[in-house]
């Protein structure tokens, strides 16, 4: 009588490799889920700290076109600042224009007030959006009525 050996272990290690197996899968899936997580958390900040910066290039902005037009009551506003960072690559543009308010009707018509439209634009940047932009608008009693 012959007794076969070999067959109830090789079996064993059969049930060992898919076991195996399945928890370098599983492995791989939760590590290539938590570095995805990773990178948009990053992404996510970085996100937030350049609407922050673009928040504050409009703040820095608007006082520059109330010094201005205080300085001149004629000033129309102007491209103030574009300039490229050169290690990170990103381009900054800060845009101040000029617009009177006209009240009244008729012969009656006066700039009352004058309406500056301030907009910080962020280009290139390496992920998406690319480029963000924030905008508000201000308005000024003209000379005449200060």
Known sequence: MRIKKGRVGSKRQGWVLVVALVAVSVFVAMSSTSIRWILRSRQSIKTERDVL????????????????????????????????????????????????????SGADKVASQRAFQVVARMTGRAHAPETIQRSRIIYLPTPSER
């Open 53 to 104: 910066q673009l928040q504050l290039l409009c703040d820095a902005g608007e006082m520059r076109a109330k010094s201005a037009f205080e300085i001149d009551a004629e000033y129309r506003g102007e491209e103030w600042l574009d300039q490229d960072d050169l290690v990170t690559g990103r381009g900054f543009q800060v845009s101040i224009i000029a617009d009177p308010v006209i009240e009244g």
